[in-house]
């Protein structure tokens, strides 16, 4: 399955929709995406992973970095995620303990991104 990304601003936020599997052959283009958004200026940034159908530990390295590069840039970080199989690969990682984790885009981007994970 191919991987979709599309951007939009919603409330402040700029929200990165995903779509398909994030694997270690379209991890590359999900981690380019992420640094061209914090390059251009983008300073709360929120993933939405509710169209994603499969996320391998390649693509959590990816959203692991994001992360990093925010907090580095005074940034915040949010994923939308409502789906238990991929709620299961966070809990599983303890990456639900790390991630601001959000059932929609409107939960997520309500807030200022840096709340605990819902």
Excluded: N, W
């Amino acid at each position: 399955m191919e991987l979709s990304l599309a951007t939009r601003t919603v409330a402040g936020h700029t929200v990165l929709e995903v779509g398909g599997e994030v694997d270690v052959y379209t991890a590359p283009r999900l981690r380019e995406r992420l640094i061209e958004l914090v390059d251009a200026g983008a300073r709360d940034v929120v993933v939405d992973l509710e169209r994603v159908e499969f996320l391998d530990s390649t693509g959590l390295g990816v959203l692991v970095g994001a992360l990093k590069r925010l907090r580095t840039a005074q940034g915040t970080f949010g994923l939308v995620c409502a789906k238990e199989p991929l709620l299961k690969i966070f809990r599983i990682t303890a990456l639900d303990q790390v991630f601001p984790i959000f059932p929609t885009v409107e939960a997520a981007t309500e807030r200022d991104g840096t709340g605990p994970a819902s």
